[in-house]
């Protein structure tokens, strides 16, 4: 079984900056992709960046150059930079280790308003 524990979302004006942290049980960050995805009030759940196990890592176009995905494995840890935050980037923000069926952790609120 994978836990999997987000935090560090919360209510930022637009041009701020927010730091989103995943945490997970086990050491399953090790061997495995993960990602984070996010869904905002009336839309489908997005993927916005992923990450291998040998540190490669991919965004979504609109989000190149904004945001900065990263792991640190020995804490078993996944982290979510986003700087020069927009509106249209509030949402909720879920973790994701793409190992068997996925898991999921269940997610932080990021707000962004003035």
């Known amino acids: 079984q994978v836990e999997l524990v987000e935090s560090g979302g919360g209510l930022v004006q637009p041009g701020g900056s927010l730091r989103l942290s995943c945490v997970a049980s086990?050491?399953?960050?090790?061997?495995?992709?993960t990602g984070w995805y996010r869904q905002a009030p009336g839309n489908e759940r997005e993927l916005v960046a992923t990450?291998?196990?040998?540190?490669?890592?991919s965004y979504a176009d609109s989000l190149k150059g904004r945001f900065t995905i990263s792991r640190d494995n020995a804490k078993n840890t996944m982290y979510l930079q986003m700087n020069s935050l927009k509106p249209d980037d509030t949402a909720v923000y879920y973790c994701?280790?793409?190992?068997?069926?996925?898991?999921w952790g269940q997610g932080t609120q990021v707000t962004v308003s003035s």
């Open positions: 990450i291998t196990a040998s540190g490669g890592t």
């Open positions: 086990t050491s399953v960050f090790r061997a495995n992709t």
């Open positions: 994701k280790v793409f190992a068997g069926l996925g898991y």
